[in-house]
């Protein structure tokens, strides 16, 4: 097991900074926090725990926050900690724009910020939408207080005239299904009404399920937190446990650094590539790395998670949803079958103080359609798969599970499109000059170009290739992709075009090949054309006038680190600042 010695208790807290004494400043600081109703031997030395909380009625998926706060506090009590809840920044993923993934860094500054500058000992992290887990396990990393993640669960399974409806991913296939003639819009309108029936994340293996997944993968949710479903009452149990969970991680000082190791990301890399899970995980996963120092690149993705098998049947790649995933036994199962298959670092440590192995490894599989044998996996090459070559330096992902088979190796005709609302303009024309062989190039998409890097790279295709039953084709671009969608689709391809990247010179005509199993995407000119065409771009896209957005163009980079903020990178501790009077 990784090297974790607890210390001594009973001993003095961060928090006593603030409240254990007798001077001017901790008389203020007391006094003020007894306006509340707060009893005086409440201050006597006990863990103090922030609940950082992104409850908001402009984050759908985590607009049931309010109630698991108030379960992770009878937890603390009844350990005896002193719970303090506050908000953060909330990226709610269906509303927010341009696109979540530009706030998902603030709210991140957000949580170290407030851990940093507040009388906390521990931090409980109430996330749930797909932006919120990272940037919460960022922050969090950043500041190296004890914490623990509590997801807020997906959403109940959505049902449509007898068959299942999927967040997101229901949505993308209807939505084709209008442009193809196969479905009317009265028919789309009543779906809607069952496509989001209860409080909850998406039900899918979206990146909302997939990031309470990697938390629990990486060790720093208790086991089992990740599929149970947002309106359960064992997802309060689990909120509960939590609340009793961070009292004693802060009288063992267990930290982040101390659970977010390397064997811990090759666990979560492994995982995700078992469950089919988002793209997006990909990085959330390198940002997150960075900040606590762990040297996690594209290529480990590769070298981690390729030969893991999908064996989670759940939309997008498979037939069931999250809810299904829980009954039949949830995230231990998986993570039990990669250790039987020598696939996991079973020594790693978990928010629980002991090692991974010993929370799954008892556990069982109550439907193998769900969870299947890795003899019937869906694909015996999960993972994510990283491209290389002249069009993507560094590096382009792909998601083998949610992708065509007979399109894995293939060369086309490219279709450009300059930016999204070039291809807005031009998709639905039908005098587009396209066919099914043909692959579609979206530039200026990327964490720079959007800005944000937002999901569209999943692009619908034209109508006059639906029309033909076509439902596939090779796309490309420096977007992401929601967990929820489908399709082979080429995204984060680094360096953006917004940056001068080789993406920013491709042109109606060119020929590029996919060999997925080479793992090679190339524009087939010639060297010298296209050091030329890159001598000549210039750039497209304006610097942002003021605010974050300026901010954010001046200091994000690229997809293959993680689109962090290049000052945030590592570890800044939770040092006690001066004092405020």
């Not at 088979?405 to 499109?417: C, Q, S, T, W, Y």
Request: hydrophobic share 40%.
């Amino acid at each position: 097991m990784n090297a974790f010695t607890p210390k001594p208790w009973p001993r003095k807290l961060r928090s006593q900074e603030w409240f254990g004494g007798t001077t001017r400043d901790h008389i203020y600081h007391r006094s003020w926090m007894k306006n509340q109703g707060l009893p005086a031997d409440l201050f006597d030395g006990r863990p103090v725990i922030g609940i950082c909380n992104t409850w908001s009625q402009l984050t759908p998926c985590n607009a049931h926050l309010r109630d698991l706060a108030e379960r992770v506090k009878h937890g603390i009590y009844e350990a005896g900690g002193l719970p303090l809840e506050f908000p953060v920044f909330s990226p709610g993923e269906s509303s927010l724009r341009p696109t979540a993934m530009m706030y998902r860094n603030m709210t991140a500054m957000d949580v170290e910020e407030a851990l940093r500058a507040n009388p906390l000992d521990g931090v409980v992290l109430l996330a749930g939408c797909d932006k919120t887990t990272p940037a919460l396990l960022m922050g969090a990393a950043s500041t190296d207080l004890p914490s623990i993640v509590v997801s807020g669960g997906p959403m109940l399974n959505g049902w449509f005239r007898g068959e299942r409806v999927g967040s997101g991913t229901a949505l993308w296939q209807m939505s084709e299904a209008i442009k193809a003639g196969d479905m009317s819009n009265e028919d789309f309108l009543e779906a809607e009404q069952a496509m989001s029936r209860s409080p909850g994340s998406c039900n899918t293996m979206g990146t909302a399920s997939t990031m309470a997944s990697m938390a629990e993968a990486l060790g720093m949710a208790l086991s089992g937190n990740a599929a149970i479903p947002g309106v359960d009452s064992r997802r309060r149990v689990m909120a509960h446990l939590s609340g009793r969970r961070i009292v004693d991680m802060v009288k063992d000082e267990l930290k982040p650094s101390d659970i977010l190791t390397r064997e811990a990301f090759e666990n979560a890399i492994r995982v995700n590539g078992a469950i089919g899970g988002s793209t997006n995980a990909v990085v959330h996963l390198l940002a997150l790395a960075g900040r606590i120092g762990v040297d996690l690149t594209l290529d480990d993705w590769d070298r981690h998670g390729r030969d893991i098998p999908t064996i989670v049947n759940l939309m997008p790649s498979g037939k069931y949803l999250m809810e299904e995933f829980f009954y039949a036994g949830g995230l231990p199962v998986v993570i039990r079958m990669l250790g039987e298959g020598g696939k996991l670092h079973k020594d790693a440590l978990t928010v629980s103080g002991g090692p991974i192995w010993d929370e799954v490894k008892d556990v069982k599989n109550w439907n193998e359609d769900v969870i299947r044998p890795v003899e019937k996996a869906l694909t015996q090459q999960g993972g994510i798969a990283v491209l290389r070559g002249n069009l993507a330096p560094k590096g382009a992902v792909l998601k083998p599970s949610a992708a065509s088979p007979h399109l894995m190796h293939h060369r086309g005709r490219a279709v450009v499109f300059e930016d999204i609302d070039d291809y807005k303009a031009k998709i639905n024309d039908e005098t587009l000059e396209v066919d099914e062989t043909c692959i579609l190039v979206l530039k200026n998409c990327g964490p720079k170009g959007y800005p944000g890097m937002a999901e569209v790279g999943n692009m619908g295709l034209p109508p006059k290739v639906l029309k033909k039953g076509i439902t596939d084709m090779i796309r490309i671009s420096d977007a992401r992709m929601s967990g929820t969608a489908y399709g082979t689709v080429i995204l984060h391809t680094s360096p953006e075009a917004a940056v001068g990247g080789p993406l920013a010179v491709v042109r109606n005509g060119d020929m590029i090949e996919l060999d997925v199993p080479s793992r090679r995407l190339h524009l087939d000119i010639t060297d010298a054309e296209l050091e030329r065409r890159l001598a000549e771009w210039k750039p497209a896209i304006d610097r942002p006038k003021s605010g974050y957005a300026q901010l954010f163009h001046d200091h994000v980079q690229g997809a293959d680190t993680g689109a962090d903020f290049d000052f945030l990178k590592g570890c800044r501790g939770h040092p006690v600042a001066r004092e405020s009077h």
